[in-house]
């Protein structure tokens, strides 16, 4: 479920008609919807009711200031994969005992960083990344709360780029070494073990791979509890996906997921953690832009957009689908024609789907991509010198620029020229 839908004949971002947005800010930009991330934070905190727990948003799927406020007021944690996340979650008052450390590379800064600033606990992924943590650690005089990520090989059955709990994958150390990876930690004495990590990947839509993942997680915790760890706290990832078409059946709902959780491990009497980031924000966000010209090739129609690869990059990179809705609402029983739907940055790849079914539009008109609140800004950049586009927030009635577009010199400026030039 949403908040952006038709009314009165225009599409509405909550009760804010869409091209209201447009005229102000012009397009392309992304508009995010307060009253869906409000939503969907509390079907995964209430989807663990009863059970003691902490919902960190995965912050790696979009990360503006205003997002991450609105999800601490929530009562959101926040899971961080870098310094900048960290800097972020920070600068959004989110306190450091809320803050959960993950990535395959964190460097020894970030350690420093994290440990100084305050942190939950860092999700170390590997045996030097342990021994760094502990060194610096030792450096500071403190010592660092820790789950060890485990790889459990789970075949998660998503797309292969972001699979990630297979034996192949970078991520976290083999299962099988588990026991003794946890006694090295434990003879550390800048760390303290607290709990076990897995996280399998993103966008599952099915059940089944958390189910296998966490009754290994399940076992594991009892034998590494008989060996004397004390293990209290179990950080599940995230992962679960949404639907980016309303024609496709539904992926499992957050107490669908949260009854799973409780079956397979709720007789430990462990904290959980899960850390959500797609399905508190993909389908809370759109991306609305601009027909430039609807051009006749051979055999096929292009509808040439002001929105492109860099600004919306899973298509490209993920052969990712999103409906791609006209912002005036068609009229009933509309005869619906193919559209190639391109942008216009200077390569092939900037294609957003080929042959889609749509209504027929024309220059000038505004299009919306849906589901695109997650993994959109965030993996944006401004190749061909596109500026980052604005970022929306809506409230009701009411809706405010969250990063404003910058200028040409603005972005022409960050460059430096040296002086024998």
């Not at 989807?47 to 999800?71: E, P």
């Not at 889609?356 to 800004?377: C, E, I, N, T, W």
């Not at 010198?385 to 404003?404: C, M, N, Q, S, Y």
């Not at 577009?405 to 030039?421: A, K, Q």
Request: glycine share 10%; charged share 25%.
């Amino acid at each position: 479920m949403d908040h952006f839908n038709y009314q009165g004949g225009e599409l509405c971002a909550e009760d804010v008609p869409v091209a209201e947005i447009a005229a102000a800010v012009g397009t392309p930009f992304y508009c995010y919807s307060t009253a869906t991330l409000t939503r969907h934070f509390r079907l995964f905190d209430e989807a663990l009711a009863g059970m003691d727990h902490l919902v960190c948003y995965a912050m790696k799927a979009a990360s503006n200031q205003a997002i991450l406020r609105t999800l601490a007021a929530l009562g959101a944690g926040m899971d961080v994969v870098s310094g900048g996340e960290y800097a972020r979650a920070r600068a959004a008052g989110v306190p450091g005992e809320r803050i959960v450390f993950s990535g395959v590379g964190k460097t020894r800064d970030e350690m420093r960083m994290a440990l100084t600033g305050g942190i939950r606990q860092f999700n170390v992924e590997s045996e030097p990344e342990m021994t760094a943590l502990n060194a610096v650690a030792l450096e500071l005089g403190v010592k660092a709360p820790i789950t060890i990520r485990v790889n459990p090989d789970v075949d998660a059955k998503t797309h292969a780029k972001i699979a990630t709990g297979k034996s192949e994958n970078k991520f976290g150390i083999p299962i099988s070494r588990a026991r003794e990876v946890y006694a090295e930690a434990a003879a550390m004495p800048g760390l303290e073990v607290i709990g076990i990590d897995v996280h399998i990947g993103s966008q599952l839509t099915e059940l089944e791979p958390f189910r296998q993942a966490y009754e290994k997680v399940a076992e594991l915790t009892e034998t590494l509890r008989a060996e004397g760890h004390d293990i209290r706290r179990l950080d599940l990832g995230g992962g679960l996906g949404i639907p980016y078409t309303r024609s496709n059946d539904a992926p499992p709902l957050p107490t669908d997921y949260g009854r799973l959780i409780k079956e397979t491990l709720g007789h430990l009497g462990c904290e959980i953690e899960i850390e959500p980031g797609r399905l508190v924000v993909g389908n809370a966000g759109i991306l609305v832009s601009g027909v430039i010209y609807v051009k006749s090739g051979e055999g096929r129609d292009f509808l040439i957009l002001d929105a492109a690869m860099n600004d919306l990059i899973r298509p490209a990179m993920y052969d990712a689908h999103h409906d791609i809705v006209p912002v005036v609402e068609p009229a009933p029983g509309v005869e619906q024609v193919p559209y190639d739907v391109v942008g216009p940055v200077c390569e092939s790849g900037d294609t957003f789907a080929k042959g889609r079914m749509m209504p027929p539009v024309k220059d000038g008109d505004l299009v919306a991509f849906r589901s695109a609140g997650a993994y959109g800004a965030v993996m944006s950049s401004e190749y061909n010198t596109r500026p980052l586009i604005p970022e929306v927030l809506v409230h009701g009635r009411e809706f405010a620029v969250i990063r404003a577009r910058p200028t040409f010199d603005e972005i022409i400026n960050r460059d430096t020229i040296p002086e024998w030039l």
